[in-house]
């Protein structure tokens, strides 16, 4: 089984540089799309989702802002959006979305950025640690869970291209990259890292400054989590630099396992 994550930085602009050719190379079974920045009507007329996929838009209430979608090969159920907290009480800006497969469960997740002022850096520190109380209770799920999207983090060092001049950027910061590690203590696992190991450097998101796609000058901040007791069925996971980047800043992160 094939599972997707993909900040695709606004649907409607992927439709026009020909996501769905993409869709159908890929051929996921699931698939969670993050930053759609689009209500349903605002698709174009004449597109239609792709074929053969149940699909589920949760948009946030702001137009061309945020959003997550998430699409499926076979039916699924939706178990809730948003986490209920008094941060977003009603996940207003479209950033999680929880569904029920026949094999697993997916959160699809866009975390806050606080890259634009302090103010935003505030509410994404408080908004990740209500996300992380709120992810406990699916490490004891009776089906495997799997935590996708872009938490707009870079874990370590082998996640960034130049650790020591971001050392001070939102994003990297040394309480983000421990609040990080701390997620993962709770018992998540980074399937990437697990898979492909320390040392290893590869990334998800570049700049479109400084010529950062040609110069492979990136952050891995696009991930999939799972509990341990699903680790070991994961055979693959990859990061699709390769026609991903002609469709938005971020690549595609694939991971496929044993049902």
């Not at 950033?95 to 997916?106: A, D, G, Q, S, Y």
């Not at 001070?168 to 709770?186: I, V």
Request: hydrophobic letters at 35%.
């Amino acid at each position: 089984m094939r599972i997707m994550t993909w900040n695709v930085n606004g649907l409607r602009a992927a439709i026009k540089k020909g996501i769905d050719s993409y869709f159908s190379d890929v051929d996921a079974d699931i698939i969670l799309l993050q930053e759609t920045r689009t209500l349903e009507e605002q698709l174009p007329s004449d597109w239609t989702w792709p074929e053969g996929y149940h699909v589920h838009l949760h948009p946030a209430e702001k137009k061309g802002y945020s959003g997550v979608a998430t699409l499926s090969k076979n039916q699924f159920s939706i178990m809730r959006w948003g986490m209920a907290s008094s941060i977003d009480p009603n996940d207003s800006e479209g950033r999680i979305l929880v569904t029920e497969h026949e094999n697993c469960v997916c959160i699809n997740t866009y975390l806050p950025s606080g890259s634009n002022n302090e103010e935003r850096q505030l509410y994404k520190e408080e908004w990740m640690d209500h996300w992380r109380s709120f992810l406990r209770p699916f490490l004891e799920h009776d089906k495997p869970v799997f935590v996708c999207g872009d938490l707009n983090i870079a874990h370590t060092e082998d996640d960034i291209w130049n650790p020591g001049g971001n050392s001070k950027t939102s994003g990297f910061l040394p309480h983000e990259r421990l609040w990080m590690s701390k997620l993962l203590e709770d018992g998540w696992c980074d399937v990437f890292r697990h898979i492909h190991g320390a040392g290893h450097k590869e990334y998800s998101w570049w700049s479109n400054r400084g010529q950062a796609r040609a110069k492979n000058r990136g952050w891995r901040i696009d991930y999939i989590l799972c509990q341990p007791s699903a680790i070991n069925r994961i055979n693959a996971c990859s990061i699709l630099r390769q026609g991903g980047l002609d469709i938005s800043d971020h690549a595609p992160v694939i991971i496929d396992w044993d049902q």
